[in-house]
């Protein structure tokens, strides 16, 4: 399992790495600029970092400084992911870290005025285990109007009747004109599973997000589906989710 916090913030211009400050979440602790690790989430997994003049990001802990701090590459020269995504996947060999700990991240940029810079963290129980079956992809919608460089969670309209019964989650797409990250909020659960967002049905996802790669993401009742965490650039209010199910029962 895994979840997926976020700092984004309006860098100046400089040529030392500065604290980006963590966006506020509801399911994690957020301290000034730290995000403090949750128990049972303390292996770094993954880390997306993009500006438009984006020259290094890093994230610190005081676990990672006994060793080494962590260098993110490759970096995406665009708030918003490429097409395929540049971002450093380390869901197969993930970084230990320290429950309790806080976690910061940290940039620069190269532009000649201040620029936002927004940075994606994957954090998680260990290394990823894929499932298998018989895996099938329902679209959504949403016409939630996000706030901009925030979390703005939105219900879901599911394009096909889901048979009654039981499903896990085991995979899901998003997109919205401004997407930098989505992740997905199931009733009754803690953790909040995400993936880098796209602009257009055209651009390609990184597959690990996808069918069964990051193992169950959660589980959900026909009538009760997730909703989700948009994280944009802009105030979107149109919003296209593809969930990949396994149905169990």
């Not at 913030?9 to 399911?27: F, R």
């Not at 285990?129 to 895996?135: A, E, S, Y």
């Not at 989650?169 to 990250?181: D, E, H, K, W, Y």
């Not at 169950?216 to 979107?236: I, M, N």
Request: hydrophobic share 40%; net charge negative.
């Amino acid at each position: 399992m895994y979840t997926t916090i976020a700092y984004d913030a309006s860098i100046g211009t400089g040529t030392s790495l500065v604290y980006v400050t963590p966006v506020a979440d509801q399911h994690i602790r957020v301290e000034g600029n730290n995000v403090i690790v949750p128990s049972g989430m303390a292996n770094l997994l993954g880390v997306y970092a993009g500006s438009t003049n984006i020259v290094r990001a890093q994230v610190e802990s005081p676990s990672l400084r006994r060793v080494l701090l962590y260098e993110v590459v490759p970096l995406n020269a665009d708030r918003e992911p490429a097409s395929p995504p540049l971002w450093a996947n380390l869901f197969d060999t993930p970084i230990p870290l320290d429950e309790y700990e806080p976690l910061r991240a940290l940039a620069y940029h190269s532009g000649g005025a201040a620029e936002r810079m927004s940075i994606i963290v994957f954090l998680g129980d260990g290394a990823a285990t894929p499932v298998t079956g018989d895996i099938y992809t329902v679209r959504a919608i949403s016409s939630t109007t996000l706030t901009a460089n925030a979390w703005t969670n939105g219900a879901l309209t599911l394009d096909q009747v889901l048979p009654a019964g039981s499903y896990a989650c085991v995979g899901f797409r998003a997109q919205s004109a401004g997407l930098i990250a989505a992740r997905l909020v199931f009733v009754g659960g803690t953790w909040r599973p995400g993936t880098l967002g796209c602009d257009a049905a055209t651009d390609l996802n990184d597959p690990i997000f996808r069918r069964g790669r990051l193992g169950v993401l959660g589980e959900f009742r026909h009538d009760q589906p997730p909703t989700v965490d948009f994280l944009s650039v802009s105030a979107d209010t149109s919003e296209v989710v593809w969930l990949d199910l396994i149905k169990t029962g």
